[in-house]
């Protein structure tokens, strides 16, 4: 059984940077595709980013391109996500989620098998 655990998160002021990582266990990641899904408050889940398992291949919705950066480590069993010129809009629970058996990342919340407890991001002055 895949663990995943979210770290990272926090509060910064409109512009800044935050890190998030996505630690696995239990498991390898290495033939997973992955990604990060957030939540806002009062709003549905929704995809972020994705990433095939040998890191090859990247996605980002449109309103994170640009700024936000998907990676993995499959050495170490974990994926991150870099995200830079934060705005408000950005305020949510970021989630790490990881598929089972397919090596590509979904759009899709049904496609994904695992998924971590999440990380809160908050974006304020």
């Known amino acids: 059984q895949l663990q995943l655990v979210e770290s990272g998160g926090g509060s910064v002021q409109p512009g800044g940077s935050l890190r998030l990582s996505c630690a696995a266990s239990g498991r390898t990641i290495g033939n997973s595709g992955m990604a990060w899904f957030r939540q806002a408050p009062g709003k549905e889940r929704e995809f972020v980013t994705g990433?095939?398992?040998?890191?090859?291949?990247?996605y980002y919705t449109d309103s994170v391109k640009g700024r936000f950066t998907i990676s993995r480590d499959n050495a170490k069993n974990t994926v991150y996500l870099q995200m830079n010129s934060l705005n408000p809009v950005d305020t949510a629970v970021y989630y790490c989620?990881?598929?089972?058996?397919?090596?590509?990342?979904?759009?899709?919340?049904?496609?994904?098998?695992?998924w971590g407890q999440g990380t809160q991001v908050t974006v304020s002055s």
């Open positions: 990433i095939s398992a040998s890191g090859g291949t990247t």
């Open positions: 989620a990881a598929r089972a058996r397919a090596s590509y990342y979904s759009y899709y919340i049904r496609d994904y098998d695992y």
